[in-house]
Nanobody, 126 residues
């Protein structure tokens, strides 16, 4: 079992930045790929970014490419999402997710992820 806890969300103005953190506990997250997803009330969950187990391969949704950066610190069992140039359309609840143990490659489909955090809200005001 892996428990995931997101932090760093909060109200931000358009054009601003936030850094989300996802701390993993229980089994290590260092041997599996991780991802960030987001969801707006009433809409389907949307892929944001994913990173492989070693941190040298990443994928991004087109809507965030060039503005968001996913990274990880395996020594700290933590994954980050640096969000710059935020837009009102980025407003959502952001979820951290972990793949199954030893599933090391990136994945953009939420069905590939086994463990999920509770989410952190990111409202972006115009």
């Amino acid at each position: 079992q892996v428990q995931l806890l997101e932090s760093g969300g909060g109200l931000v103005q358009a054009g601003g930045s936030l850094r989300l953190s996802c701390a993993a506990s229980g089994r290590t997250a260092s041997n599996r790929a991780m991802g960030w997803f987001r969801q707006v009330l009433g809409k389907e969950r949307e892929f944001v970014a994913t990173i492989n187990w070693s941190g040298d391969s990443t994928l991004y949704a087109d809507s965030v490419k060039g503005r968001f950066t996913i990274s990880r610190d395996n020594a700290e069992n933590t994954v980050y999402l640096q969000m710059n140039s935020l837009k009102p359309m980025d407003t959502a609840v952001y979820y951290c997710a972990a793949r199954e143990r030893f599933a090391r490659d990136t994945a953009y489909s939420d069905v590939e992820y086994r463990y999920w955090g509770q989410g952190t809200q990111v409202p972006v005001s115009s």
